[in-house]
């Protein structure tokens, strides 16, 4: 596979994320980590039959601890901790917090052996996608960073760490096959499941689409998308894909302005200007990366 196309199915990843808002906002009043566990089991076990056909895919559950501690820890952590976040603080601004990790991501991936350091205009697009978030949510009403809600505010800058740190870090273990990422997710939809039983009240979806619009969760932004993503990152350029993980929260909005859901704003065409600028940026540093560090 190509540097090209690795990054172009990272691009994968983010297109699908950027549905999260309006399929969860479709699947109804299931709690979170209810929602957590049954979407992680639907994206783990479509990982898992590609093994029908490919038995030699089990193999990759064959891993060190160090690399289950890697997989599970990204992503239950990061989701138990924006939870938490969510929980503890208001939504607007626990969410700004946590979509640090774009950012973080461009500045760990400098300590990447192929990233060739830290270059100046990934890292200048990926504060202008900073800025397009910031813009974005501000346009949403005041952010108030309330002092008594600073438990949300260090749980949603903990899942920015945790999910650039899990990102970059699965870059260094690039011979782990992507196919572990299905027991990632198994392990994980366990674990959710466990945290819903401890500290949630069970809400079934209540109607067909609302069990299709959790279905679609797993298949596409809980399922095929963190496949799409490791490859990515592993792959191809995490530095142009950290930058335009900045798109997803733009994305995610345009979607649920279309379908009803919010209404369009200055600041969304604000946070699109921006966030296309960064993007420009990062693609322009790309191309003029040396070959050998781009590969």
């Known amino acids: 596979m190509t540097h090209g196309t690795a990054t172009a199915l990272g691009f994968g990843a983010i297109l699908l994320w950027s549905l999260l808002a309006v399929l969860t906002a479709a699947s109804g009043a299931v709690p979170p980590f209810q929602l957590a566990a049954m979407t992680f089991a639907v994206g783990g076990l479509l990982g898992c039959g590609s093994w029908l056909v490919r038995p030699e895919g089990l193999k990759a559950l064959r891993q060190p601890w160090s690399v289950w501690l890697l997989g599970v820890g990204g992503l239950f952590g990061y989701h138990a901790l924006y939870f938490a976040a969510l929980r503890l ?40 996608g900073l800025a397009g978030v910031v813009a974005l949510f501000a346009g949403r009403g005041t952010l108030d960073f309330a002092a008594g809600a600073a438990p949300g505010y260090a749980a949603a800058f903990a899942a920015a760490f945790v999910w650039s740190g899990y990102s970059v870090l699965s870059a260094r273990v690039g011979a782990v096959p992507t196919d572990a990422v299905a027991g990632f997710c198994l392990v994980t939809a366990a674990l959710s499941l466990l945290c819903h039983l ?30 799409l993503w490791d490859i990515g990152v592993k792959r191809g350029d995490i530095r142009l894909l950290g930058v335009a993980a900045y798109a997803a929260p733009v994305l995610s909005t345009l979607l649920l302005v279309a379908t ?12 699109c200007l921006l966030i296309v600028a960064g993007a420009l940026v990062a693609v322009r540093a790309s191309r003029r990366l040396p070959r050998e560090a781009a590969s």
Do not use: C, K, M
Request: cysteine-free.
């Open 89 to 128: 603080a208001p939504p607007a601004e626990a969410g700004l917090i946590n979509y640090l990790w774009p950012l973080l991501i461009v500045l760990l991936s400098a300590l990447l052996p192929r990233a060739g350091g830290l270059r100046a205009a990934h890292l200048l697009g990926a504060l202008l």
């Open 198 to 227: 401890a500290v949630e009240t069970t809400v079934w979806p209540a109607d067909a689409p609302q069990w299709a619009a959790v279905a679609a969760l797993g298949i596409g932004p809980v399922g095929a998308a963190f496949y």
């Open 260 to 271: 009803g859901y919010a209404p369009a704003t200055p600041a969304l065409a604000l946070a």
